[in-house]
């Protein structure tokens, strides 16, 4: 598997390490806004501990054959990162061995790894309770070679959960590229076509909405109404769930939010809206992230900033389920993101 030139990873770096400058200061380091450590140190917790590891998130590549403006992952075609065949062997055994009950399986576009079918057949076979693809939906119409996925999927049992901004055009296209809400309603009414989001059928098909600018999300059961009523009646398409999630200022979102001077006003928003009832649930708890080489990482968020997990075990040549529950889980300002309104998790709301 092709892997990043020395080049890219120097540049690669100098951009966590600029993101995480630009977080921890000007309004935190001036006091003008509590820090997050400071802000969960008022209700009595001085760190995040793991509970029960419950959920293995692989990102297996960035590639994607999308180039979308709010990707946390900065993913698109010319990246060339991928997960390799030893390193899917190693999170097979994870699954096999530890209380994992969820493998979420995310990118870029996680179909596009060359192992993507041969993985999903041998971790199917271990019998997971819950296995998520997050499938950007339009790469089921990329390519003839992807067109049969809505029938691999129900083949294996996945649970798909995929992004769609919203249920009109302009604002889907507008954060994810023109004539991807076309291709997105098509690739919908194929998962449909196959039993997807169909009554008593078992299989899960849950959407995903992110804000399409510097603001929260709305209440996601109100928003799930609304999906449900416009893409029933203007596209006869069913699913199960919406997810809100909100925007985590990292990567091409924080490059947006500073290009459009809303950074400072963003992070207002997500402080001002800090929920305490929100830090019980997010998902770095239960929740173990794996990166493309095998490095670990509490969160897919943290993955995008570096922030390895704070234990001697930070890679899966190392693991040790019993160490890994003995850490403190890393936090920064980004995790504002999470605990804001009624909270955010891959899962969508936590409150």
Known sequence: ???????????????????????????????????????????????????????????????????????????????????????????????ETTSVHTLDLTGGAPEMHLDFRWFVERAAALGVKDFIIRSNLTIILANKKYNDLPEFFKRHSIHVVSSLPFYKKEKTDSQRGDGVFQKSIQAIQMLNAVGYGQPNSGLLLDLVYNPSGAFLPGDQQALENDFKKALKTNFDIDFNQLFTITNMPISRFLDYLVASENYEEYMYALVEAYNPEALNNVMCVNTLSVRWDGYLYDCDFNQMLDLKVANPVQHLDDFDETLLQDRTICISQHCFGCTAGAGSSCQGSVV
């Open 1 to 95: 598997m092709p892997t990043k030139s020395l080049k890219a990873q120097k540049s690669i770096l100098a951009s966590t390490q600029k993101q995480l400058n630009l977080l921890s200061g000007g309004i935190f380091a001036s006091g003008e806004l509590p820090t997050f450590s400071e802000r969960i140190a008022v209700q009595g917790e001085s760190s995040l501990r793991p509970r029960k590891l419950e959920i293995l998130q692989m990102n297996i590549g960035y590639m994607c054959n999308q180039v979308c403006a709010h990707c946390h992952v900065d993913a698109g075609p010319d990246r060339k990162e991928m997960m390799t065949r030893e390193t899917l062997e190693k999170c097979l055994k994870i699954i």
